[in-house]
């Protein structure tokens, strides 16, 4: 259940090489053979619910991404707050 787990902080290895050598038709073959497993993330970067803003920008541009989710103190993702 998600949640559950503690959630383990990585490092992120930046991708190499040029995706527009690929021509169209493959991309779509190899897309239609991929699963969400073959591509998910099975280690997340996440940020203590404690973090001050400047902690989570600074999270943010280390590991150029744009969200992750807040975990508790026992690393457990919290639920969203819905306005």
Same mark, same amino acid.
């Given at each position: 259940?998600?949640?559950?787990?503690?959630?383990?902080? $990585?490092?992120?290895?930046?991708? =190499?090489?040029?995706?527009?050598?690929?021509?169209?038709?493959?991309? $779509? *073959?190899?897309?239609?053979?991929? =699963?969400?497993?073959?591509?998910? =993330? =099975? &280690?997340?970067?996440?940020?203590?619910?404690?973090?001050?803003?400047?902690?989570? *920008?600074?999270?943010? &541009?280390?590991?150029? *991404?744009?969200?992750?989710?807040?975990?508790?103190?026992?690393?457990?993702?919290?639920?969203?707050?819905? &306005?």
């Amino acid at each position: 259940m998600l949640g559950d787990e503690p959630v383990a902080p $990585v490092r992120t290895v930046p991708v =190499t090489g040029s995706r527009a050598s690929v021509p169209r038709e493959e991309k $779509v *073959i190899a897309m239609k053979r991929t =699963t969400v497993g073959d591509v998910m =993330t =099975t &280690r997340v970067v996440a940020v203590h619910k404690d973090a001050s803003f400047k902690e989570m *920008i600074v999270k943010m &541009r280390e590991f150029r *991404i744009s969200a992750f989710p807040v975990v508790d103190h026992e690393g457990r993702v919290m639920r969203s707050r819905q &306005r």
